[in-house]
């Protein structure tokens, strides 16, 4: 299991990702969007190469993971329509040798947003 870590720029998109869902569509809403930001999140962890990864043209070493590949553990009910995010993450190696390395949270965009201009 990897180990993930996000900077300043990712811890701030998720608030305002969140912040901006309960606007929208309320506190449950909010709860779908946050329980599916965490599954994708744990999904990472598990498997940073994981189905729906691709790696991001221009960007060395940087990754990207569309959120809806993580929709379905939840129920048909519970689960968020189309979810329109993309983490943006580098895999480091932690060096203990252990072979989990880290993931490096980026930036969390909305999937209209280019890449090459958010993306150090």
Do not use: C, N
């Amino acid at each position: 299991m990897a180990e993930l870590r996000s900077g300043r720029a990712f811890a701030a998109e998720l608030r305002e990702v969140l912040r901006i869902s309960a606007e929208e569509r309320g506190e449950s809403g909010r709860a779908l969007y946050a329980d599916l930001l965490k599954q994708a999140l744990r999904d990472l962890a598990a498997d940073p190469l994981r189905h729906g990864v691709r790696p991001v043209e221009g960007r060395s070493g940087a990754y990207s993971y569309p959120i809806r590949f993580s929709r379905e553990p939840a129920p048909a009910d519970l689960r968020v329509g189309w979810p329109r995010h993309v983490v943006f993450f580098r895999i480091v190696d932690d060096g203990d040798g252990g072979g989990a390395g880290v993931v490096q949270l980026l930036r969390l965009l909305h999937d209209q947003m280019l890449p090459e201009t958010w993306l150090p």
